[in-house]
């Protein structure tokens, strides 16, 4: 599991280093609390299913492990916002580890450790007025060694 958590931060970090571009005002990893209209645009990073994908045969417990998990990037904001092109910027700060142009693409993120694109949801509105989403859902590739 060192491995997930050692994923899950860069990719907080590389969301977190880039707010600014973005444009969001919160990231939130996890949150337990909901947002006021003072925190739009946001970011919520979750954490979804976790899947063994292939188990070694090299010892009867199984490990060390290959894993996917789902982290969903869900971006919130007002209707009045182009959701999409902020979209786009999310995207690119997720997948992209040197601030540069052209955009250097790297998905290896840590050791053992990789991500891909799985799926794009939205524009949704949750049936709320004047709010948007999108979800950008990636699937965290890693090698669990330890049970």
């Known amino acids: 599991m060192i491995n997930r958590e050692l994923g899950l931060e860069e990719i907080y970090e590389r969301i977190k280093s880039r707010r600014a571009v973005i444009g969001v ?3 939130k990893r996890l949150p337990t609390a909901p947002i006021q209209d003072s925190d739009m645009p946001c970011i919520f990073m979750l954490e979804e299913i976790d899947n063994v994908i292939k188990q070694t045969s090299r010892g009867n417990t199984g490990y060390p492990v290959r894993r996917v998990l789902e982290v969903i990037l869900e971006l919130v904001t007002t209707k009045d916002v182009d959701i999409k092109a902020m979209y786009r910027r999310m995207r690119q700060a ?13 998905a290896r993120i840590a050791d053992n450790v990789f991500i891909n694109e799985n799926r794009t ?11 948007l989403a999108m979800r950008l859902v990636l699937d965290l590739v890693y090698t669990d ?3």
Not at 121 to 131: K, N, Q, S
């Open 25 to 27: 005002k919160t990231f």
């Open 94 to 106: 997720v997948f992209s580890i040197i601030d540069s142009d052209p955009v250097v693409y790297n």
């Open 121 to 131: 949801e939205g524009p949704v509105g949750y049936g709320l007025p004047d709010i």
């Open 145 to 147: 060694d330890v049970l």
